[in-house]
C-alpha cells in the first residue's frame, strides 16, 4: 500500500522547486482589478491570463477609447506552483505597486489557506535570498547590495 507524501516532503519539494511542482495548477479569479494592474500580472510569461475584454464590439458598459486605465476588468490568472513563487518573489517587492501587492498577497494567502505546505515560501526576492536583482532597488535592496543589511 502506497501512502500520500506528508506535508514536510511537500513543503521540501516545493521550497527546492523540483519539477514535479509544475504539475500542481491554480486558477485565481480576479474580479474589479484595475486595468493597469492586470497589465502588471499579464507580464508574467508562465502564467496564462484571460482578462475580460475592452473592445467596444465586445462589451457595451464604456467606451474603451476613453476609458481610464483604472477601470475595473476581471480576469483569470492561470498558473503552476513553481509560476506562483517566481510571481510572489517579483510581485511581493516594495517596487512593485501597492495595489498590484496587494492582490498576490491576497492570492498567496489563498493558496496558504488551502495548501499549507507552501507557508514561508512566498516572500519577495530579496526577503528569501538576501540579495536584490532591481536596477534601482528600494532602500532594503540597496543595503543588502552593500551588505550593509541591518533585518528590518
Not at 92 to 109: D, I, N, Q, S, W
Not at 121 to 133: E, I, N, S, V
Not at 136 to 143: A, H, L
Request: net charge positive; with cysteine.
Amino acid at each position: 500500500m502506497k501512502t500520500a507524501p506528508d506535508m514536510a516532503w511537500k513543503h521540501a519539494i516545493l521550497r527546492a522547486r523540483h519539477s514535479p511542482i509544475r504539475t500542481l495548477q491554480f486558477a485565481f479569479y480576479i474580479e474589479g482589478v484595475p486595468y493597469w494592474v492586470s497589465t502588471h500580472l499579464a507580464r508574467h510569461v508562465h502564467a496564462q491570463p484571460f482578462i475580460r475584454s475592452q473592445r467596444n464590439d465586445r462589451q457595451d458598459e464604456y467606451d474603451r477609447n476613453a476609458a481610464r486605465q483604472d477601470a475595473p476588468v476581471n480576469m483569470i490568472w492561470y498558473m503552476n506552483a513553481e509560476e506562483l513563487m517566481t510571481i510572489a518573489e517579483k510581485r511581493l517587492c516594495k517596487l512593485a505597486a501597492k495595489e498590484t501587492r496587494t492582490v498576490v498577497k491576497l492570492m498567496c494567502g489563498l493558496v496558504i489557506y488551502k495548501c499549507p505546505e507552501f507557508k514561508g515560501l512566498f516572500a519577495a526576492h530579496c526577503a528569501k535570498y538576501g540579495d536584490c536583482d532591481e536596477m534601482k532597488p528600494c532602500e532594503t535592496g540597496r543595503r543588502l547590495q552593500c551588505g550593509n543589511d541591518t533585518g528590518d
